[in-house]
């Protein structure tokens, strides 16, 4: 939970974890993409963890909006490949991400962009609680800065 002045609850929220079940045991995404299992560092999109050493992960393709309109992007992302437990801790922004500068986009109802901006490493909650802030935007996706990669979704705690 942040602990601004005017801040609003948050909830962090890993991508489904039947979704990376599902990769993990057909070795294909949703799309049909083969998938296998490469040695790396990389943030895991279901446990939130980034990898310090190099981990066995799978790379699949996620769509995290509803396929109703141009936003609805489809891009990679990493899972372990072994079982991980999900993010639980779902009011305390992921610690592994908060060293990081990180992409936010907020969107509203209707699944279109509402505003996004750069926070700056250590921002990421406040510039989040900004965007959250205005009623018109529901959600905010995480995204690395320069891969743009999605890496989770906060919403406000009452959603």
């Known amino acids: 939970m942040s602990t601004t002045a005017a801040s609003t609850k948050l909830k962090f929220l890993?991508?489904?974890?039947?979704?990376?079940?599902?990769?993990?045991?057909?070795?294909?995404?949703?799309?049909?993409?083969?998938?296998?299992i490469t040695k790396t560092t990389a943030?895991?999109?279901l446990c939130l963890r980034i990898s310090k050493a190099p981990e066995d992960f799978i790379l699949l393709s996620y769509q995290p909006l509803p396929d109703t309109?141009?936003?609805?992007?489809?891009?990679?992302?990493f899972v372990?490949?072994?079982?991980?437990?999900?993010?639980a801790d779902s009011q305390i922004f992921p610690q592994d991400f908060v060293s990081r500068p990180l992409v936010l986009c907020s969107y509203n109802r209707t699944g279109e962009i509402h505003?996004?901006?750069?926070?700056?490493?250590g921002e990421g909650e406040l510039r989040a609680n900004e965007l959250l802030g205005d009623p018109a935007?529901?959600?905010?996706h995480v995204r690395?800065?320069?891969?743009?990669?999605?890496?989770?979704?906060?919403v406000r705690s009452d959603f």
């Open 115 to 121: 505003e996004s901006l750069v926070a700056e490493a």
């Open 43 to 45: 943030p895991c999109r």
């Open 69 to 77: 309109g141009p936003y609805a992007e489809i891009g990679p992302i």
């Open 144 to 154: 690395h800065v320069s891969h743009t990669c999605f890496d989770f979704k906060i």
């Open 14 to 36: 890993p991508i489904p974890l039947e979704l990376a079940n599902e990769a993990r045991a057909a070795m294909t995404d949703r799309f049909g993409h083969r998938l296998h």
């Open 80 to 87: 372990h490949a072994d079982q991980c437990e999900p993010y």
């Open 137 to 140: 935007a529901v959600e905010v």
